[in-house]
């Protein structure tokens, strides 16, 4: 039987998407998943959805809750980590509001800049920590690792965990393709890409059309009149994807992270001297902490609804983590774009 271990599983959305993947893979469906969380009320929800989900799909995993560490980490083929050290409050709240007084402004705080930095200070300590349990407990499992900041995280992690595998996981390649291939009116089965790069400063290398005949369309070209004209939609939260667009025109390739992560990215877009760049590319400061602000009002309906009777919506997600699992486990073939040190993959 292979055993999951979910390390941070009281974020109970995200823990709802992985496990339903999990369970709708092929040759996972009796897999052992270990949820494990620091809050207790949080973990209790979490399990409660998983043998909902179990319920609606009629699963039958063996699913077990721990407030140890180690003991949903013992023996495990795999690892999934979904935690955020600090939380928002007050450490999300303090990424932003220091940083403010000083006139600099963010949008996400995430990856790097103040925000990611500090976050990075205070995340790589516990990742050493879980990947220390992981060389007592299941020396030979794979990390799935999704926390950010992903690149920092990482490159942390190659460096003070040099015999760990692992592989930081993001949902941006395959969100953002399924998003172009709306704006292009294309079905997002019929786009196939490269992508490289790190995690939220990748730019897809290809980006084609597969017709019916077989024939391969190049599809950039179709992309760069889209940013001339402006005739594009919405990204993720309904925000503006100005910023993106605008840097296809500069750089002839699109980045695959939101135009409001990647905002603060570069030196273009966000100065404090011309406010009138906010209102022309619609950049959304302090997007990350009104994010969390409503997902904290809406918690106790949400929670409500996801520990209710009867049966739930139970789709796949767009997340790798149970394909790369049903690929390694069961012998699915799949290809993935995953963080890992660059030791010669991109040249």
């Not at 990742?127 to 020396?139: G, H």
């Not at 073939?333 to 040190?341: E, L």
Request: aromatic share 8%; net charge negative.
């Amino acid at each position: 039987m292979v055993k999951i271990a979910i390390i941070g599983a009281g974020s109970t959305v995200f823990m709802k998407n992985i496990v339903t993947d999990i369970v709708l893979e092929p040759g996972l469906e009796t897999a052992h998943i270990a949820l494990h969380d620091i809050d207790e009320a949080r973990l209790a929800t979490s399990e409660k959805v998983a043998h909902r989900i179990c319920q609606t799909t009629h699963t039958a995993p063996t699913i077990s809750a721990s407030l140890n560490r180690r003991e949903a980490l013992q023996d495990a083929d795999f690892v999934i980590t979904m935690i955020q050290v600090g939380g928002y409050h007050p450490a999300t709240l303090i990424d932003f509001d220091i940083p403010k007084k000083y006139g600099l402004r963010q949008t996400i705080g995430d990856t790097l800049g103040v925000g990611g930095i500090m976050r990075g200070l205070r995340t790589v300590p516990v990742l050493r920590q879980i990947a220390d349990d992981m060389a007592d407990c299941c020396p030979d499992a794979l990390l799935l690792q999704y926390v950010n900041p992903m690149a920092i995280n990482c490159l942390a992690l190659s460096k003070l965990a040099p015999q760990l595998n692992y592989v930081g996981l993001c949902h941006s390649v395959q969100g953002t393709a399924i998003d172009l291939a709306r704006d292009l009116g294309e079905k997002p089965e019929t786009i196939d890409y490269d992508c490289a790069g790190i995690n939220h400063v990748a730019f897809y290398t290809r980006f084609e059309k597969r017709h019916a005949d077989g024939r391969m369309e190049d599809l950039y070209p179709r992309l760069k009149q889209l940013a001339q004209s402006r005739e594009y939609g919405r990204g993720w939260e309904d925000c503006a994807n100005h910023v993106r667009y605008e840097m296809l025109s500069r750089l002839g390739y699109f980045v695959t992270e939101s135009s409001e992560h990647f905002a603060e990215y570069t030196p273009y877009f966000i100065k404090g001297n011309k406010p009138q760049l906010i209102d022309k590319y619609e950049i959304p400061l302090d997007e990350y902490p009104r994010r969390c602000e409503a997902q904290i009002a809406d918690w106790e309906a949400q929670a409500a609804a996801l520990t209710g009777d009867g049966d739930m919506l139970c789709e796949k997600s767009v997340e790798y983590a149970a394909r790369i699992i049903a690929a390694m486990a069961v012998g699915k073939s799949d290809k993935i774009h995953g963080n890992v040190a660059n030791r010669g993959l991109i040249g």
